[in-house]
């Protein structure tokens, strides 16, 4: 059981918008950074988002990140086929000292 | 390039202890720390712990401590992960990662390495 929550699946037709919901508690996103990752079926996540908003290098900006209090949000604007895939928060828990991960959201295109 | 690139599949009996390795290319070594994941079947992300690849520190995640020993030879830049007392809720993928320090989010990972738990 995670102590990040996070809507088990969102979808939308191509060239549309979602939206993934991060919740958790002051331990952990409330003071810490949050960081999104992706991962394409069959193969290893990949770091999107750093430090809430920042995307790694060759991220297109269809993809951001936002965090306000307790709870952070990715973002993904014209959605495409290639962006089916499960999505993952991450960050630190200082109570727990372990770096937790949501339960993922499987992102589908209609 | 920079790249983490793991050991191949292994299959082990319950009880038994499995090493897998993760070489990383393209950087230097001991900048950033290796933390482990591990992804059972069908299931989400599990963090097992982080070593500090220049001091050798480590930290691990509670359910994991005394079962897990993670190390480093930074001779051949490679990290490694020990999970010992193998039980078959430990058949998962098992990914390691670039971390600066355990808090950091990951930002190279491994290819995975499936590790099966049967008898």
């Known amino acids: 059981q995670s102590v990040l929550t996070q809507p088990p699946s969102v979808s939308a037709a191509p060239g549309q918008k979602v939206t993934i919901s991060c919740s958790g508690s002051?331990?952990?996103?409330?003071?810490?950074?949050v960081s999104w990752y992706q991962q394409l079926p069959g193969k290893a996540p990949k770091l999107l988002i750093f430090?809430?908003?920042k995307r790694i290098s060759g991220i297109p900006d269809r993809f951001s990140g936002s965090k306000s209090g307790a709870s952070a949000t990715l973002g993904i604007t014209g959605l495409q086929t290639g962006d089916e895939a499960d999505y993952y928060c991450?960050?630190?828990?200082?109570?727990?000292?372990?770096?937790?991960f949501g339960p993922g959201t499987k992102v589908t295109v209609l | 390039q920079i790249q983490l690139v793991q050991s191949g599949a292994e299959v082990k009996k319950p009880g038994a202890s499995v090493k897998v390795s993760c070489k990383a290319y393209g950087y230097t070594f001991n900048t950033h720390g290796i933390s482990w994941v591990r992804q059972a079947p069908g299931q989400g992300l599990e963090w097992m712990g982080w070593?500090?690849?220049?001091?050798?520190?480590?930290k691990y995640a509670p359910e994991f401590q005394g079962r897990v020993i993670m190390t480093r030879d930074t001779s051949t830049n490679t990290a490694y992960m020990d999970l010992r007392g193998l039980r078959y809720d430990d058949t998962a993928v098992y990914y390691c990662?670039?971390?600066?320090?355990?808090?950091?989010?990951?930002?190279?990972w491994g290819q995975g390495t499936m590790v099966t738990v049967s008898a």
């Open positions: 430090d809430n908003n």
């Open positions: 991450g960050t630190w828990d200082s109570s727990l000292s372990v770096y937790v």
């Open positions: 990662a670039r971390a600066w320090i355990a808090s950091d989010s990951l930002d190279i």
């Open positions: 070593i500090s690849t220049e001091k050798s520190d480590t």
């Open positions: 002051g331990s952990n996103i409330g003071n810490e950074y």
